[in-house]
């Protein structure tokens, strides 16, 4: 759980998703250039179920909507969110209704609403794509209800740390409209063929990725998680080979509604769409021709709301301002995880910059289960750490932060709590964190917190021998748990340790 702060200045940001199949409403904190979901509810109204024949929107999820809109727009006010939007997709921008319903919404809500055409939710889709994974370079697919919208992001043509978002198409082939359309899978298939041979863009994911966003899209990795009995249900950054995810998809896509019903992780509602939707992504995937398939959940809601974050508030990775915003908060001290990770650094030459970004991530994390019990933190801070919503952390990045608190807080290497996760970070990477978990709780030992202190202290490597440089005429630096704990250090690294005692002015 994220215990926040009310009195810490902060901002709530509101938006009300109207899709074709779903209403949601998301409130995210804004702590700094990072953002918290709050607060997550859907309803499934199916807004555009039958509009591919009638032309209108649903009569029946036109009166569940309104009656849910009335109480989510009550609910932002009650909670006082400093921005509140209602953002209408495909099934009001298409229906002939579409304009008389928003204009109902906005007299019986007293909001805007915002009728959204393709390409702005194609570009809204990608940029909370890139909110949470940065460095995405490929095509974003958002499959909705009614349609799917497509868009290139990567590299722009300055440099690979600049990203863009390339020109987006929206193409009616969302799994309701699909389900009217026509009878029978072949049928099905010949008109999502036939739609999308004329996607230009798919051309941009040929040995790339393919980021899956939307509802449907998050189904069926909930489907593969509990297949494969994956170990970390967190469906951001879930990533499939492209031969795996196609004989998946092929799998899902003959499957019967009643063979489904089976399944408890995802509701009846959105499993009517689900056979069609991977006979969609099926096809994407083989006119794409991606290397690898990752599912992202972060999308149009996430990319308004991190529009709405000034360019000089925003950092480059929202990886670290999302543990540096935790990490702040949870601290008994005035932490600085910039000065514990300088500190570490000498145990750790030649970093690459992956494996720098993780040490930040783990130190400025390094205060998260202080008020646990003494016998219960290592596995509180591996729970915890695992699991928080932070939008740019693969899951590899997770265990590695996870293993790392866990050591700093005395946990044992074969601590079943771990054994789990095991298989998401290679061997060194899982010593790697140990050791800087180890290395933690030192520093913890030595400074109780007062960051200041450390820079009287300097570790280092002699040959092989791990030393700890601490002055001669200071009685706070000394004793057996210091010993013991320096000793866990250079084991951890395969050498011996020594404390040094030195004067003042030596190095």
């Known amino acids: 759980m994220l215990d926040l702060d009310p009195c810490a200045a902060s901002q709530r940001i509101g938006v009300i998703d109207l899709g074709s199949n779903s209403l949601r409403l998301v409130v995210f904190e804004r702590l700094g250039s ?10 499934m109204c199916g807004l555009g179920r039958g509009i591919a024949s009638t032309g209108r929107l649903n009569p029946e999820g036109v009166t569940l909507a309104l009656v849910n809109l009335r109480r989510f727009v009550a609910f932002a006010r009650a909670i006082a969110v400093d921005h509140l939007a209602v953002l209408a997709t495909a099934a009001v921008r298409d229906a002939s209704d579409g304009p008389t319903f928003a204009a109902e919404v906005e007299r019986q809500c007293r909001v805007q609403v915002k009728i959204v055409d393709g390409a702005e939710e194609a570009r809204l889709s990608a940029a909370g794509v890139l909110a949470g994974i940065p460095d995405a370079d490929g095509i974003v697919a958002d499959l909705g209800g009614g349609s799917v919208e497509l868009v ?8 690979a740390i600049t990203r863009e978002v390339g020109g987006g198409i929206s193409l009616p082939l969302g799994p309701l409209r699909l389900a009217e359309l026509a009878d029978g899978t072949k049928g099905v298939a010949e008109i999502v063929e036939r739609t999308l041979a004329g996607a230009s863009v798919l051309r941009a994911a040929a040995g790339k990725k393919l980021y899956l966003v939307g509802g449907a899209a998050r189904a069926i990795a909930r489907l593969h998680m509990d297949h494969t009995q994956y170990p970390l249900h967190i469906i951001h950054r879930y990533t499939l080979p492209r031969r795996e995810a196609e004989g998946f998809l092929d799998i899902i896509g003959r499957q019967s509604r009643k063979s489904l019903e089976r399944i408890t992780t995802i509701s009846r509602k959105r499993l009517d769409v689900v056979p069609l939707a991977a006979l969609v992504l099926r096809k994407l995937i083989t006119l794409a021709g991606p290397q690898s398939v990752v599912f992202s959940a972060l999308g149009l809601r996430e990319g308004y709301a991190y529009g709405l974050i000034s360019a000089e508030d925003r950092v480059s990775d929202p990886m670290i301002a999302g543990y540096i915003a935790v990490g702040r908060r949870q601290s008994r001290f005035r932490l600085d995880g910039d000065r514990l990770q300088q500190w570490t650094a000498p145990l750790f030459p030649d970093l690459p910059e992956l494996a720098q970004v993780r040490h930040r991530a783990a130190s400025w994390l390094s205060d998260l289960a202080w008020s646990e019990h003494p016998d219960y933190r290592a596995k509180q801070a591996f729970i915890r750490s695992l699991t928080l919503p932070f939008a740019g952390s693969t899951h590899a990045d997770r265990v590695f932060v996870a293993t790392a608190l866990h050591a700093r807080y005395g946990g044992p290497a074969d601590d079943p709590v771990k054994q789990p996760t095991r298989q998401l970070l290679d ?5 790697e964190a140990r050791t800087l978990g180890l290395a ?5 030992t030595l400074c109780a917190g007062t960051m200041e202190l450390l820079s009287e202290l300097k570790l280092g490597r002699s040959g092989e021998t791990l030393t700890l440089n601490v002055r001669s005429d200071s009685s706070l630096f000394v004793g057996e748990t210091v010993q013991r704990r320096l000793d866990a250090v250079a084991r951890s690294l395969g050498l011996a340790a020594a404390i040094r005692h030195c004067d003042r002015d030596e190095p």
């Open 34 to 43: 990072a953002l918290f979901p709050l607060f997550n509810e859907k309803v």
């Open 152 to 159: 290139s992001v990567g590299p722009s043509a300055v440099g």
């Open 427 to 431: 061997e060194r990477a899982t010593r």
């Open 440 to 444: 933690l709780r030192l520093a913890y």
